[in-house]
């Protein structure tokens, strides 16, 4: 069974590339430029893996893991983001995320991380 895979970014370089790759990887996968747009497509579908950064407009990254957390458990989480910080880091342990990537990041490592 293909994984299904939601990117959420407010990058729209990254999200398309990123989405592209992944696609080629043959995963499944949706795109949401903001946290709001992550949360409705999640309400609407299931994932396997969320795919964030922390920094977006409105909802942010945080409240966003903190939802995937409670509401989605079964549903891995990956950080990528620009702003990386101590405090953001072990908030996302805390929220049960499985990696966390600061761009710019490798490709590669990203793509086996998700293969994990």
Same mark, same amino acid.
């Given at each position: 069974?293909?994984?299904?895979?939601?990117?959420?970014?407010?990058?729209?370089?990254? /999200?398309? @590339? /990123?989405?592209?790759?992944?696609?080629?990887?043959?995963?499944?996968? @949706?795109?949401?430029?903001?946290?709001?747009?992550?949360?409705?497509?999640?309400? @609407?579908?299931?994932?396997?893996?969320?795919?964030?950064?922390?920094?977006?407009?409105?909802?942010?990254?945080?409240?966003?893991?903190?939802?995937?957390?409670?509401?989605?458990?079964?549903?891995?989480?990956?950080?990528?983001?620009?702003?990386?910080?101590?405090?953001?880091?072990?908030?996302?342990?805390?929220?049960?995320?499985?990696?966390?990537?600061?761009?710019?990041?490798?490709?590669?490592?990203?793509?086996?991380?998700?293969?994990?």
């Amino acid at each position: 069974m293909t994984s299904k895979i939601l990117i959420i970014d407010d990058d729209p370089g990254l /999200l398309e @590339s /990123l989405g592209e790759v992944l696609r080629e990887e043959s995963y499944q996968v @949706s795109l949401a430029s903001s946290g709001e747009e992550g949360l409705s497509t999640l309400k @609407s579908e299931s994932f396997d893996l969320v795919l964030l950064d922390i920094r977006l407009p409105g909802v942010d990254g945080e409240v966003v893991m903190r939802e995937v957390y409670n509401y989605y458990p079964e549903t891995v989480m990956i950080i990528i983001s620009g702003y990386g910080s101590l405090d953001s880091a072990i908030t996302a342990i805390r929220l049960g995320v499985k990696d966390y990537f600061i761009k710019p990041y490798k490709i590669d490592e990203l793509l086996e991380a998700i293969s994990r």
